[in-house]
């Protein structure tokens, strides 16, 4: 018996990878709180990118 994998649309493939471009740039926030929960919601983003076999960038040289 085989199920069918549920798949992200493109758009919705799209939306996930822009709400991961703006975390990434409030990650590198001034305000401590802001860019420390922008990097926790990432790593929430990286568990969706990496179950969906997107490609990405999970750590990153812009942070401070």
Avoid: C, F, I
Wanted: aromatic content about 8%; overall charge negative; glycine content about 4%.
């Amino acid at each position: 018996m085989s199920y069918s994998k549920p798949e992200l649309s493109e758009g919705d493939q799209q939306k996930l990878r822009r709400v991961y471009d703006d975390l990434l740039d409030l990650a590198a926030s001034d305000v401590p709180a802001v860019a420390a929960a922008a990097r926790a919601a990432l790593a929430q983003v990286h568990t969706a990118l990496n179950g969906e076999g997107l490609l990405y960038e999970l750590y990153s040289n812009k942070w401070k």
